[in-house]
């Protein structure tokens, strides 16, 4: 049985920024450090910076007076910084840059009086988030789809008058069948002129597709809780190969590689390597004989941590 191992995959620059804000934070600052939601949606790693210090809540009167606190990657609702400077907290700031360039274009769509679509998920953080971002005093509505079935039951007040944004997260196959329906209904979408959907997820996306031509079974390393994940399995199954979600080797059962001659391994943008290594291994263990890495989209994007934070790490 071969093993080849997707490229890109893993970390992302957003995910790598976020968690390294938690883990400078609680070295300069100390614990507990409190983060309102996961900073990123992956046990691991939520578990690891729990064990460091952090101290994960849902809101903001989770968190003590004159405590710090940290926005997760996947940004938040402008009530919740309006609230965190009402009290006076500290805060660091891990939204993805790419998540603030959509919030960015939906304030300024909210101000030139448009309604706004958001193609994503109900109830991802992501998406309150950015919901959270439109100001309805102004005047318009902000209108969330999931699917091409939730456009014919759309209501907006002007269809000349209408911009669409979307989760940086999703499928870029299926984000594409919504947007030409948004486009054949409403001919006048205004849009950003760069797509929403972030490089890292398109990349991933790629990848995994081009694994799919190869191999017999799919495994994504990520948590049922991390979109993009998701996404990655969904590409298998929709393509007749069947494709595992699993946090880890722990995860894996025998059963899947049975009688399979190639298994795609791959990992969601906020699992970490050491994950993939502990599940290549466990293949190994079951027959997984030869191990590729196959050639894929470089990637050298960095994002940078708040100036605070810039400082040399202790030795």
Not at 67 to 76: E, L, P, Y
Not at 89 to 101: E, M, N, Q
Not at 130 to 141: A, I, K, V, W, Y
Not at 222 to 242: D, F, V, Y
Request: glycine share 8%.
């Amino acid at each position: 049985m071969k093993v080849l191992l997707a490229n890109p995959r893993g970390f992302c620059a957003g995910v790598d920024r976020a968690i390294d804000i938690v883990e400078r934070a609680i070295e300069l600052f100390g614990a507990p450090m409190y983060v309102r939601h996961e900073v990123v949606h992956n046990k691991f790693v939520v578990d690891r910076l729990r064990g460091l210090g952090a101290v994960f809540v849902d809101e903001l009167d989770a968190v003590p007076d004159g405590a710090t606190v940290i926005f997760s990657a996947h940004g938040v609702p402008s009530r919740v910084e309006r609230e965190a400077e009402r009290r006076g907290l500290a805060v660091f700031d891990a939204t993805c840059p790419l998540v603030t360039k959509v919030h960015m274009e939906v304030g300024k769509y909210a101000r030139d009086g448009l309604d706004v679509i958001l193609i994503g998920h109900a109830g991802h953080p992501e998406v309150e988030g950015t919901m959270g971002r439109f100001d309805p005093s102004l005047g318009g509505r902000i209108h969330l789809v999931e699917t091409v079935d939730d456009i014919k039951e759309l209501a907006v007040r002007d269809p000349a008058r209408l911009a669409v944004v979307t989760q940086t997260t999703l499928s870029v196959d299926d984000t594409a069948k919504v947007m030409a329906a948004l486009r054949e209904r409403f001919p006048s979408l205004a849009a950003p002129r760069k797509e929403d959907i972030c490089y890292a997820t398109q990349n991933r996306q790629d990848a995994v597709k081009q694994l799919v031509a190869q191999c017999d079974v799919i495994v994504v390393v990520g948590s049922q809780t991390s979109s993009n994940s998701n996404r990655l399995r969904e590409i298998a199954t929709t393509r007749g190969i069947p494709g595992y979600l699993v946090d880890g080797a722990e995860d894996l059962e025998r059963k899947w590689f049975d009688g399979k001659r190639a298994v795609g391994v791959t990992a969601g943008a906020s699992a970490p390597e050491s994950l993939v290594r502990e599940v290549v291994e466990r293949l190994r263990e079951w027959g997984g004989e030869e191990v590729i890495e196959v050639i894929g989209q470089e990637e050298s994007v960095v994002f940078g941590l708040p100036q605070s934070l810039r400082v040399p790490r202790r030795q």
